[in-house]
């Protein structure tokens, strides 16, 4: 046996001391914040100054996707590395997640992670065990901290405060992933906040999308918002100050995201762009190269999952849980240090929706796939002879209650039409394309104009999906649709509502229903 050296024995502690140290993952995530509204993107009416640090000394991304723009299918994308069409029933919003699928958080905890969270993770829907038990979705919560709310609409959960408590009691060595889900800025809000609270003023919003009337109502509904993002961004904040005094800021991925659009008319529940173009900022220092970039890349939200695993030294394919992730790690733009696009395939997303809220004939959803490449955006609507955002006559209940909805649907009952009626809730045509650098609304369809642009889109749009196995790209949508519902009070909401059984629709007005069905 050979005699151990001084030398040996310091060259096989320093290979032990080099083994890379695993990253903690702070996954930070608002609900129904969207694009742009921060100050990192160049808005001045909604302050962020913690995202904007985030994004300072790490990276902003300027093309980041969710596949579909509504709560339950948005986080089912995050949480199993596929697009929702690829998860059967979890394609639809408030589903019956599939036993099936695993998801990205327990292999963390199988591989020595602990899995912790506070506020909403994967919500709203049913979550069980193939033997019919509930499914943890969201590991240890940690909830015990409360705040007294500056509104009747924002939450007393303290969310960093549950974070520090979490980091108090965490193992020391041990690696971990916290989900902190605000859920902040979802309606409803607390009318004329963002003026009475923060000293805003309709004037300081510098755009009002066109597809909206520029008006005070609608203005003051901005100001609202902006002030609920703001509340999650000190939020954001606190964390940072508490992983600060920890010890452990530099050893964590700090992702700082949204979960879809705002909860407006024609944005949250869409896929048009203002629907799934998200903000997004990621810090790590150990592992992001050349810090401070703007990153053009396009990148989706199923591309969260692997870069979380493979970050924590995690091959997917041996994982022999998860199902075959439709993203790809964005270490490869993490390494790059290039300013702008660092890798030439990540040139587009697909996007699309099957069902949200209940509220039509049947409890049929409005399917729609898309594309959206270099500044152009294509959709195809499967079923172009529903109503986009649900039944008038119910209500148009898939779009949330706001004073910007009422103010449009009172237009257009005064008046009898209304633009901004159509634009918002008026029928769209089976196929839509948009030059999004000219028109970032989404409200000039060019799908005619520009035939060749359309059909090149759509032919790599439906091979792709067709390769993944999507069930509409192979003739059986219809199986999306047949998936029921997990919010049981609401089943046949349309056909119940109409035969003259009063059903409370918690998140529109009774104002929103139409008296009759619209032609």
Known sequence: MRPVTLLSLLCALAGF?????????????????GRGHAGAYGCSWVKTPNFDRVAKEGLL????????????????????????????????????????????PDVLEQHGYAYATTGKVWAPGLALKADGTPRAMAGKQFAQKKAKPPTTGISNNDYSANFKAFLDQAKPGQPWFFWL??????REYEQGSGARLAGKKTTDVDRVPAYWPDNETVRGDLLDYAYEVEHFDRHVGRALAHLEAAGQLDDTIVVVTSDNGMPFPRVKGTAYENANHLPLAIRWPKGIANPGRKVTDYVSFVDFAPTFLEAAGIAWPTTGALA?????????IFRSGVDGRSNPARDHVLIGRERNDLGRPGDVGYP?????????AYLENSEPSRWPACNPETGYLDTDASPTKTFILHARREKGTDPFWELCFGMRPGQELYDLNADSDCVKNLAQA????????????????????????????????????????????????????????????KDDFEKAPLK
Request: net charge positive.
């Open 61 to 104: 991304f300027l093309n980041a996707y969710t596949p579909t723009a509504k709560c339950t299918p948005s986080r089912s994308s995050i949480l199993t590395g596929r697009h929702p069409w690829l998860l059967g029933a979890a394609a639809n919003h408030q589903c019956i997640f599939p036993p099936e699928f695993a998801i990205f």
């Open 181 to 186: 889900g605000a859920i902040e800025p979802h």
């Open 324 to 332: 075959p992730t439709s993203g790809r790690s964005l270490t490869d």
């Open 17 to 33: 001391a080099a083994e890379p140290k695993r990253p903690n993952v702070l996954f930070i995530i608002a609900d129904d914040w």
């Open 450 to 509: 520009r035939a060749s642009d359309r059909e090149k889109l759509r032919t790599q749009m439906w091979a792709e999906l067709k390769a993944a196995g999507d069930l509409r790209a192979i003739g059986r949508g219809a199986e999306y649709e047949a998936y029921p519902s997990a919010d049981t009070k609401k089943l046949r909401f349309y056909e119940r509502y109409m035969g003259g059984e009063l059903l409370d629709a918690n998140w529109v007005r």
């Open 368 to 376: 729609v796939r898309g594309i959206v490449k270099e500044g152009l």
